[in-house]
Structures are given as C-alpha cells and as structure tokens.
C-alpha cells in the first residue's frame, strides 16, 4: 500500500499563486508515475496533471497549460503542482494519485489516492 498526503490548500485571491505538495510513504515511490486530479462541487473528478516516474514526461489538462506545473522529488517521495495565474474555475478539491495502471487521464486507472486539499479562489 502507499499513503499519499496532499497539503498546501487554502484560500487565494485570483491570479494569486500557490504550491500543492503530496508526501508519500509505503512504497517506492520513484517507481510510480503519478498525478493531480481535481474535483469541483457538483462536479466529476477531472485529470489535471501527470508525471512519469522519473519525472522526465509530463502532461496536462488543456484548460491549466501554461499555468500549473507538475513536479516531484523522488529523495524527498514527494509529488507537487505549482498553479499560478490562478483563476476562479480552479477552485476545487485537488487530490495526488499515483500506481497507475491504463490511461493515465483516467481515474479509474489509479490504485492510490491521498484525501484531497481544497483549493478556493476568490476574485
């Protein structure tokens, strides 16, 4: 089993910035590729981000190219998503998830998944 542990949410204004993080333990975790979903109210859970295990590929959702990066630390087991020009449309509850098995823009695909931070953006 992996634990994932998102951290970093909170409160901003729009075109504010922030850093999400997502500690891990329990497995490997830089053997795992890995990435950020996000959920609104009323919403379905949507793909956000993706990064391959050694973090040499990524990949996002159309509406955050450009301003969201994905990153990771495999010494620190660490998976992050770096947002600015944030915008009221991102505000949702951002989860980590990684063991991906299919198509990585998929939820289903994800054996592992944190509890989620939420984002709020204000105007």
């Known amino acids: 089993q992996m634990q994932l542990v998102e951290s970093g949410g909170g409160l901003v204004q729009a075109g504010d910035s922030l850093r999400l993080s997502c500690t891990t333990s329990g497995r490997t975790f830089s053997t795992y590729a890995a990435a950020w979903f996000r959920q609104a109210p009323g919403k379905e859970r949507e793909f956000v981000a993706f990064?391959?295990?050694?973090?040499?590929?990524?990949d996002y959702v159309a509406s955050v190219k450009g301003r969201f990066t994905i990153s990771r630390s495999n010494q620190k087991n660490t998976l992050y998503l770096q947002m600015s020009s944030l915008k009221l449309e991102d505000t949702a509850v951002y989860y980590c998830?990684?063991?991906?098995?299919?198509?990585?823009?998929?939820?289903?695909?994800?054996?592992?998944w944190g509890q989620g931070t939420q984002v709020t953006v204000s105007s």
């Open positions: 990064i391959t295990s050694s973090g040499s590929s990524t």
């Open positions: 998830a990684a063991g991906i098995s299919g198509n990585y823009r998929a939820t289903t695909s994800y054996n592992y």
